[in-house]
């Protein structure tokens, strides 16, 4: 009895080992089942938001609006992420969606760029502030071109200017010491902006051409063909003529591209003062010490600019460039696409995608810093990178020599 109770002890033990084992096993797949579905809802609570969640204002007014609207798009610029502003733009105006689209381009560009490492782009917020100016010191016919489209007769023309830190790029859209008009709508006590005109809107959404949307995969091999074309500059060294300085030429776009220079004549914005600037700094780079606009030191009978005047090939992108290709031209530059090649002093001709004419180079800028890509430019007054440059193709100018 003795041994059939001990031989029972024991089967009792056997089972309770083998059930205790069974159990842990079983809680050791639970836990195991319960960590992997932890780890996918982790990731799926760590992937990447979508777009910027915009939160229409709680009280409304057109300065609101104007106010909400650039926070908005900043917020969409440092995330690298498109924005949904419908609640404040009156989409019955075609320009509106065109923001909206060109916007989301900026933001895939940007942030493609960044995840491929293929330029700087910046992820800094600067602090800005929006001056409101009247009506009466605009200083051209933006409101006679306002007048030919029809905003209904509740429609409220705002105007001001952009301030930021010095030295800063914002957000293209911002389009620093410049000019901008918005018309705002109203319906029901919303407020909706229906337009917005500063220098250089017209080549970016202010077309009646409609901006287009991009996948992913089409950004991506514009942006491959861009930045990993290969290939040398090969140029022979000039045997007599000015040597150009691409360092004196960035000092100067560093010093007067947020305030002008006064010993030139101002263009305008409204007819476009981007080469008249460029060409300052491209002659900056050939002057010599001591010479000024005055005495005309290092430029040329076709290519000249004074205080009270010059030349359409100083001022004119297209001009400047036809006159590089004739025959009786003393300047001696070369061309080339490759963004990487690009050095201080560099002049950038860009052109866009919703423009009908293929190659129309429409605005000059000046590369201010080639590590982060920089640029310098007039109309608008203000600095901008490479990077922000959506829906829009672009050419290196680098002048070489100049014959006086």
Avoid at 310 to 338: H, M, P, Q, Y
Avoid at 387 to 399: C, E, K, T, V, W
């Amino acid at each position: 009895m003795r041994i059939l109770a001990l031989f029972l002890a024991l089967l009792m033990l056997c089972g309770c080992v083998r059930a205790e084992a069974a159990t842990d096993f079983s809680k050791a797949e639970a836990e195991k089942i319960s960590d992997e579905q932890m780890i996918k809802q982790e990731e799926k609570t760590e992937e990447e938001p979508k777009e910027v969640i915009f939160v229409a204002p709680k009280r409304s007014s057109p300065k609101v609006a104007v106010m909400r609207y650039f926070s908005a798009l900043y917020d969409s610029y440092i995330a690298m992420l498109p924005v949904d502003i419908s609640p404040i733009i009156d989409l019955e105006f075609e320009m509106m969606e065109n923001v909206l689209n060109w916007n989301s381009l900026l933001a895939m560009r940007r942030r493609l760029i960044a995840e491929n490492d293929y330029c700087y782009v910046e992820t800094e917020r600067f602090d800005y502030e929006i001056e409101y100016i009247k009506k009466r010191d605009l200083d051209d016919e933006r409101m006679d071109y306002v007048r030919m489209k029809d905003f209904g007769e509740n429609a409220v023309a705002l105007h001001f200017v952009i301030k930021g830190e010095e030295g800063r790029a914002y957000p293209p859209i911002f389009a620093l010491n410049s000019q901008h008009t918005v018309i705002i709508t109203e319906e029901e006590g919303q407020y909706k902006i229906a337009y917005h005109y500063f220098p250089g809107s017209e080549g970016k959404f202010q077309n009646d051409l409609p901006v287009s949307a991009m996948t992913e995969k089409e950004m991506q091999a514009l942006l491959k063909e861009e930045f990993l074309n290969g290939g040398e500059l090969v140029f022979e060294q000039p045997e007599k003529g000015r040597l150009y300085n691409g360092e004196a030429a960035k000092d100067y776009a560093l010093e007067y591209c947020e305030s002008r220079n006064k010993n030139f004549y101002f263009v305008g914005d409204w007819y476009g003062n981007c080469m008249n600037f460029a060409s300052q700094c491209i002659w900056s780079g050939f002057k010599e010490e001591g010479e000024t606009p005055k005495n005309f030191g290092g430029m040329t009978g076709k290519w000249y600019c004074g205080k009270v005047g010059g030349t359409i090939a100083w001022a004119s992108v297209s001009r400047f460039w036809e006159w590089t290709k004739t025959e009786s031209c003393k300047l001696d530059i070369i061309c080339f696409n490759n963004v990487n090649m690009a050095q201080n002093g560099d002049i950038v001709n860009i052109g866009s995608y919703a423009c009908e004419e293929e190659d129309k180079y429409t605005h000059a800028l000046i590369v201010a810093d080639s590590e982060k890509m920089l640029l310098a430019q007039n109309s608008p007054a203000c600095f901008v990178y490479y990077s922000d440059l959506a829906n829009n193709y672009a050419r290196f100018i680098r002048p070489i020599s100049l014959d006086v």
